[in-house]
């Protein structure tokens, strides 16, 4: 039992059950870096299986209904029934996330690349995501951009800028009304001496530009070191322009490791701001989605620990006594006010979630109920033959 009012603890439960974490469907599929990629027994091999372990993720969390797809990588012959499949098993098909970074032609940028020709092939490729969209009822775009320049004087960094926004241009005119533009910005690389959309402002001044339903989606490992990631999403959220996030975690660059592992206090603090702009919920249209590769630890069992680790977070952050935050911040109490933030991120929210989960008619430990349930094994030996599914395939 968690020792929290009642009336506190039923807040957390309302908000914590109304909580929705999106997957993506490659980090089931083997990654690693341009080392090596060390293969996994039972990998998905084809995107319907990809989408059976996403529904094993929600089984095990009940929070985690949605499934991030990327095109090429999950390209199928019929849309719908990759969609009806996800609805068999449970969940829907989420972001569709546009791969204009992995061609040939595409050296010198996809969208902002000087050949109008390229430029134009990159265009026809994201409108296609949108029809990937109307067939799987997907809500979100996600465009991130491998674009940019390795030397000083490779290109014109405001023509880049123009061709840029013109894309994003067509591609809001083709959207439905029940449909947005998530633009994705990335500090560098694979572009290592400018990028065109690498940062939040850069991001958010093409937005504002492109239209109403143009967000800008927060990736967390995106950022120099030291980026204070919450003031961003503070102002962005302010603004009316926060679409997203692509959580994981990072130590160097762009590591994409579980959420929550290298600094669970930094997500705390996003999801305080969150919290704070009462922007947890599905009417504030923010899409918590995971953007992680798991090169080294099991795929299953580690989506559901960075689910948990979002959770964890949240419930922390949905502990901050907001009346008393507010008295320290107009008293000018500084100590105090930190001491409010503090309070919340040493609870220990463990309890309250294990109960939340027993109410939800789930096992209180997912990580551990997964391992019990034999369904490793199963799909080690299910899965055989065929091609590994994989990070760029
Ligand atoms: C780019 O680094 C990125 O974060 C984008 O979201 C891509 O679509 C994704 O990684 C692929 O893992
Ligand atoms: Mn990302």
Redesign the pocket.
């Known amino acids: 039992m968690t020792d929290l009012a009642p009336d506190t603890s039923a807040r957390l439960a309302r908000a914590l059950r109304a909580q929705r974490i999106e997957t993506p469907s490659w980090a089931f599929g083997n990654s690693g870096t341009r080392f090596k990629v060390f293969a996994q027994p039972g990998v998905p091999r084809t995107p319907f299986e990809k989408i059976d372990d996403a529904a094993t993720v929600h089984e095990f969390t009940g929070v985690a209904g949605r499934v991030a797809v990327h095109i090429p990588w999950d390209r199928v012959d019929d849309y719908p029934a990759l969609a009806r499949h996800a609805t068999d098993r449970g969940i829907a098909i989420g972001t569709v996330n546009a791969n204009v970074f992995q061609d040939d032609d595409y050296k010198l940028g996809s969208v902002a690349n000087p050949d109008p020709g390229i430029r134009r092939k990159a265009i026809e490729h994201l409108l296609a995501c949108v029809d990937v969209m109307d067939a799987t009822a997907s809500g979100d775009l996600k465009l991130?951009f491998a674009d940019g320049t390795n030397y000083p004087g490779q290109d014109h960094l405001r023509d880049r800028q123009e061709r840029l926004a013109e894309a994003l241009r067509q591609v809001h005119h083709r959207l439905g009304d029940h449909q947005r533009l998530l633009l994705?910005y990335k500090l560098f690389e694979p572009a290592f001496y400018s990028t065109d959309v690498p940062d939040w402002g850069t991001a958010h001044l093409h937005c504002v530009a492109t239209g109403p339903r143009a967000k800008v989606v927060i990736?967390t490992g995106h950022h120099a070191p030291g980026t204070n990631i919450e003031f961003i999403v503070a102002v962005l959220l302010r603004a009316g322009r926060l679409g997203g996030f692509?959580f994981n975690s990072r130590f160097y660059a762009d590591d994409d490791l579980m959420v929550g592992a290298a600094d669970p206090f930094q997500l705390f603090r996003i999801m305080h701001e969150i919290a704070l702009g009462d922007a947890l919920g599905p009417a504030a249209g923010i899409t918590f989605m995971l953007?992680q590769c798991h090169n080294i630890e099991p795929k299953i069992p580690a989506v559901i620990r960075s689910v948990m680790n979002v959770q964890e977070a949240t419930a922390k952050a949905l502990l901050v006594d907001a009346a008393a935050l507010e008295t320290a911040q107009r008293a000018g109490d500084v100590l105090a006010a930190n001491a409010v933030l503090m309070d919340a991120y040493a609870t220990d929210v463990r309890p309250l979630l294990a109960e939340l989960r027993e109410g939800l008619g789930l096992d209180p430990d997912p990580v551990g109920a997964y391992h019990r349930s034999g369904h490793a094994e199963r799909i080690r030996d299910e899965r055989v033959g065929g091609t590994a599914a994989g990070w760029g395939a």
């Open positions: 991130w994705e990736d692509d953007d």
